[in-house]
């Protein structure tokens, strides 16, 4: 696996200092308030507001951690893409993997942690924009459960999907992390081997499928097989919702000559979606949320591949084929807002693993993480100096 630091700061929009000098290391997507920095949110139409007057909440819990922020990371314009490539601010530039995308949308957040310029980073994810990059990069990501994290001085100011996360480089770390965003996050530790269930996927390009079915014979042999069999149609709801709540955040920008035009046909697509297809997108998000609950009654954990497919290379990341399918396997915890990590796998091309716990069981979800990084040797747990 290639490993390339030569453009790691190509990950942040610019490097800061606060907090104490021995404090975790982190730096904070250009969606989330810091005092006195512009909340650009990779946005050229909105790099000329003023400085935000407070931290975001999230960033005052970091702070008083005894955490440090180390810098401002680029993220995909608006937080609204899963490519990472920003034509405005620069695209960063996936350390492990350079000819493929980031990802999204918190692409500056994943690369800087990929490329040791932080302990740990924070992001956001309203349709895998945490978990995606993070495996994209070939690092830890997580979602927790949905209104944990306060959004608080985020960008966009109103979400039912979005939540606040953080990137790591071993699974021990993601702990850390959550500890030092949330005051009221308690570590635990298994006593006993967890509960899994992996739930089937279909269509699983053969790069990511084997390596993984391997990784998991070798390491889980015992694990069984469940269905979701709404999954498709929460993948579908979720874009829809998002689109909607995009669209109801975003919708001024729409004659800013300044704004991207990838994202302003995506806003402008999302502003045609009628109130019939957005109720029947909130009923699936009921019927769904179900289902993962009770799947979750006879597992501590669901487990899916993180991807679907290997991440495109850069010159293939405006073919909507390769892009979409992206966060198959990710969006739907989103919209039934359990609390999902991803978790690298060894390999010569970008693929992991991603765990579904129950909502609130935050703290436990990251432990099982930290017995699967012990107990299977195919996740990547890689220290950069």
Known sequence: ???????????????????????????????????????????????????????????????????????KAKTHELAF??????????????????????????????????????DAALGTDTGGSVRQPAICCGVY??????????????????????????????????????????PSFAPVRLTQAPRLARVKARDLDPAIGEPLVYGMMEGLPEVAYITLPGMGDAFDAAMTIIGCETFAACHR??????????????????????PAELGRA?????????????????????????????????????????????????????LTGHPAIVLPVRAELPLGLQIIGRKGEDARLCAIAEWMAATCTCFLTEEVA
Request: proline fraction near 8%; hydrophobic fraction near 45%.
């Open 282 to 334: 909130e009923r699936i998000r009921d019927a769904f949320t179900a289902e993962v609950d009770a799947a979750l009654v006879g597992a501590d954990a669901l487990i899916t591949p993180a991807l679907p497919t290997v991440p495109p290379l850069l010159t293939e990341a405006d073919d909507p084929a390769k892009v979409l399918p992206l966060t198959r396997f990710l969006r739907p915890f989103n």
């Open 81 to 118: 893409g899963m490519t990472g490539i920003n034509a405005a601010f620069g695209t960063p530039v996936n350390p492990r993997w350079p000819e493929r995308i980031p990802g999204g949308s918190s692409s500056g957040s994943a690369v800087a942690v990929a490329a040791g310029l932080c």
């Open 141 to 182: 990501g997580m979602k927790p459960s949905f209104g944990r994290i306060s959004r608080a001085g985020c960008d966009p100011r109103s979400s039912t999907l979005d939540c606040v996360g953080v990137f790591a480089r071993t699974a021990a770390m993601l702990t850390r992390a959550m500890a030092a965003i949330d």
């Open 253 to 274: 920008l729409l004659d800013d000559p300044r704004l991207g035009a990838d994202v302003r046909a995506r806003i402008a697509a999302a502003g045609r979606t009628t």
């Open 1 to 71: 696996m290639m490993t390339v630091l030569t453009d790691r700061y190509s990950a942040l929009v610019r490097p800061l200092n606060l907090g104490p000098a021995s404090g975790l290391r982190f730096v904070v997507k250009d969606c989330i308030d810091i005092a006195g920095e512009v909340t650009a949110s990779g946005c050229a139409a909105l790099a000329d507001r003023p400085p935000a007057a407070h931290h975001a909440q999230v960033v005052q819990d970091l702070l008083a951690s005894g955490a440090r922020v180390t810098g």
